[in-house]
């Protein structure tokens, strides 16, 4: 198995809090894409998020992330 399989097995198995950040980024961390796009669902109906919100796998943590800049490109920045 590669390492980024099981990091990700890893990850899934994990459940993040309300204060579990990124240690690079200082974004939220969600165990699962799944979890990041609920939350990003979640803002867009009921706050006055941006409407192109998107989750990202972060190259730093292997956690995912939500982002508004839906335009750029991925860096891998380790």
Request: charged content about 30%; aromatic content about 6%; hydrophobic content about 35%.
């Amino acid at each position: 198995m590669n390492h980024r399989i099981a990091q990700k097995k890893r990850l899934e198995k994990i459940v993040f809090d309300n204060e579990s950040k990124c240690p690079v980024s200082g974004k939220r961390m969600y165990a699962t894409e799944r979890e990041a796009l609920a939350t990003a669902a979640h803002q867009i109906a009921s706050a006055n998020a941006p409407k192109d919100l998107r989750a990202y796998p972060c190259s730093w943590c292997d956690a995912w992330h939500l982002t508004k800049n839906a335009g750029k490109a991925k860096k891998d920045r380790r």
